[in-house]
């Protein structure tokens, strides 16, 4: 038996709708990648939201709008995708990382006030595994230093931290639209944004800061000679991935429920699994379920990456647990303390989860994770 890592849930009308809008003949950003922006802000409580091309680009955008840039420090978790620490790189400013919650993964707020210094600007939580950060201690502290909030929620589409919305809480939250995030327009960003003066600009700085959008220059009854105030970017959704967004977000409640089953399916079996521990659900947070990372613990008798190659050697592909980007060759020579990143990331995996896995396949997942360490433990 060979099970899919990963799949987007797509039901069916893509194909018309997208089809619709190459038949309309605008398939750059234009009317739909504006509807897709209002049905994603109303989804996750902002009062705006601005597509962007991926959800790294959006990071770059939401962070130079923040004021940061060269000279700068900006605090991230060191264990997130290697695309937090770079997106502060592309403002010109140092990631400066922070440990992590041992239980949650994500950024702990006592570490980041550690790591606060004259040079910084802003700090980024990461809503790591689709898992909202511990958000209120983090907006407390930005307003005691006089400090920016840029969530990194590229996971966390539907997910809530105590009843609200992630993407309702701080001025900038910025998602993931990849194939392996809760919903997909194969590629593509988002940024949840609070102020209509900030949208406004970051919609211009995803177009090389023009002044006028293409739409509004072809719609218009007279001529229009566009300037260009400040420099800008190339980040522009097409209307093709707007009209796919669009319908998974009609989608997203089936998507996450069917992720809740498969964590609750697997959470269960756990617990007669020796040498392994299920992801902690502290009670602030409904999380996405976007990935299910087992532990393994201190005393397990494999390691994390044997056990990866014996589960792949039975159909079942696996990944490694979030990166720590301070090891990273690209981040070479960073100075940092930050041991509860380096156990995680080095003792956790991540298994197969999506909307759509079966039951027979997540079945034989932990038929094989079972037998594997019961083998290895014998």
């Not at 550690?114 to 809503?127: D, E, G, Q, S």
């Not at 950060?133 to 589409?157: K, Q, R, S, T």
């Not at 739409?215 to 190339?234: C, F, K, M, Q, S």
């Amino acid at each position: 038996m060979e099970v899919p890592f990963s799949r987007p849930y797509l039901v069916g009308t893509e194909q018309a709708a997208v089809a619709e809008v190459i038949t309309s003949g605008w398939v750059s950003q234009g009317p739909r990648v504006r509807d897709f922006e209002q049905a994603f802000a109303a989804r996750v409580g902002a009062a705006d939201a601005v597509a962007t091309t991926n959800c790294t680009t959006a990071l770059q955008l939401a962070l130079y709008v923040s004021g940061v840039g060269p000279g700068d420090e900006v605090i991230v978790p060191s264990m997130s995708f290697i695309a937090t620490a770079n997106s502060v790189w592309q403002c010109g400013a140092t990631p400066v990382f922070a440990d992590i919650d041992p239980l949650t993964y994500n950024l702990d707020p006592a570490a980041a006030e550690r790591a606060i210094t004259p040079r910084t600007k802003a700090i980024m939580p990461v809503h790591q595994l689709g898992l909202p950060a511990d958000m209120d201690p983090f907006l407390a502290l930005a307003e005691a230093h006089g400090l920016e909030i840029v969530e990194d929620a590229a996971c966390a589409i539907g997910a809530s931290y105590r009843g609200r919305s992630i993407g309702s809480l701080g001025p900038l939250a910025c998602f993931s639209l990849h194939p392996r995030k809760v919903i997909t327009t194969g590629e593509g960003g988002m940024i949840a944004v609070q102020d209509p003066e900030v949208a406004a600009r970051l919609r211009r700085l995803r177009q090389h800061a023009m002044d006028v959008s293409d739409l509004a220059r072809h719609g218009a009854r007279d001529v229009i000679i566009e300037t260009y105030p400040e420099r800008g970017w190339n980040a522009r959704m097409t209307d093709m991935q707007a009209a796919l967004g669009l319908c998974q977000l009609e989608v997203l409640d089936d998507i996450l429920a069917w992720r809740r089953r498969v964590a609750g399916r697997y959470t269960a079996a756990l617990e007669s699994i020796p040498f392994l521990e299920a992801p902690h659900e502290p009670d602030y947070a409904d999380r996405t379920w976007q990935s299910y990372a087992v532990r393994l613990t201190e005393d397990a008798p494999v390691t994390r990456n044997e056990l990866m190659r014996l589960l792949l050697l039975d159909g079942v592909p696996t990944r490694r647990g979030v990166m720590a980007s301070h090891e990273e060759p690209a981040y070479a020579g960073t100075v940092a303390d930050l041991p509860h990143t380096e156990a995680a990331s080095r003792g956790s995996m991540m298994l197969p989860m999506f909307a759509g896995l079966s039951d027979e396949h997540q079945d034989h997942v932990l038929e094989r994770l079972a037998a594997h360490v019961s083998a290895v433990a014998a």
